[in-house]
């Protein structure tokens, strides 16, 4: 069965810091890496999207792939109060449907 | 990427009644999915919704229980059937953006309480 792990968390950093939240999959084949951000109450909203190995930057926000590892993660810079949400991992391989991570809470401390 | 709503929004139901939840999207789409969210956990699918033939269910979710609509690229339906306070979730409609990456965009969510 193919799975997604993340720490649960939470993850509490202070503001403007790094916060660092990782990923691991089970299926080797596995080609499209996706990171959600879900406030409370509300639906998820994908922030950033990686296909290759390396790295991945957008504003603040930097995903990370390593395919031999089966490992993403997702480094948000200057964190900010507002970033501080429940963090999604999902992870497919084209023509599948997608497995999603029990998601890290984030805690950005003013 | 796609704009979509979700009716209703939430509701509060009684055991045993059925609630259907209606997705609507702003384009055509070809891959639309319906997924439950329960207090605390992540997102578990419950079904593929094909459009012109029937919803293609995950394992430990059937027809009886959460039937779906498809018919047309822009909208679709999920009903919670003969509902008990365990179907308490979020339900959420997501489509896939069709643009090759399968990058999926989710609705707003149906925030459902069973009593």
């Known amino acids: 069965q193919k799975e997604v792990e993340q720490n649960s968390g939470p993850l509490s950093v202070p503001e403007g810091a790094i916060a660092s939240l990782n990923c691991t999959y089970s299926?080797?084949?596995?080609?499209?890496f996706f990171w959600y951000r879900q406030y409370s109450g509300k639906s998820p909203e994908l922030i950033m999207s990686?296909?290759?190995?390396g790295d991945k930057e957008d504003g603040r926000f930097t995903a990370q792939l390593n395919k031999a590892s089966q490992y993403v993660s997702l480094l948000i810079r200057d964190s900010q109060p507002s970033d501080s949400a429940t963090y999604l991992c999902?992870?497919?391989?084209?023509?599948?449907?997608?497995?999603f991570g029990p998601g890290t809470r984030l805690s950005v401390l003013p | 990427s796609a704009v979509i709503s979700q009716k209703p929004s939430r509701d509060i139901c009684q055991r045993g009644t059925s609630l259907t939840i209606q997705c609507q999207v702003d384009?055509?789409?070809?891959?639309m999915f319906w997924y439950r969210q329960q207090p605390g956990q992540s997102l578990t699918l419950i079904a593929t919704?094909?459009?012109?033939?029937?919803?293609?269910?995950e394992s430990g979710f059937v027809i009886d229980k959460f039937p779906i609509s498809r018919p047309n690229l822009t909208f679709s339906t999920l009903t919670v059937s003969n509902m008990s306070p365990e179907d308490s979730s979020i339900y959420l409609c997501?489509?896939?953006?069709?643009?090759?990456?399968?990058?999926?965009?989710f609705g707003p969510g149906t925030r459902l309480l069973v009593l």
């Open positions: 997501s489509v896939e953006d069709g643009l090759g990456a399968e990058t999926q965009y």
């Open positions: 299926d080797r084949v596995s080609q499209s």
């Open positions: 990686i296909y290759s190995n």
């Open positions: 999902a992870v497919n391989n084209y023509g599948q449907n997608f497995v």
């Open positions: 384009s055509q789409v070809t891959m």
């Open positions: 919704a094909n459009q012109g033939s029937e919803a293609t269910y």
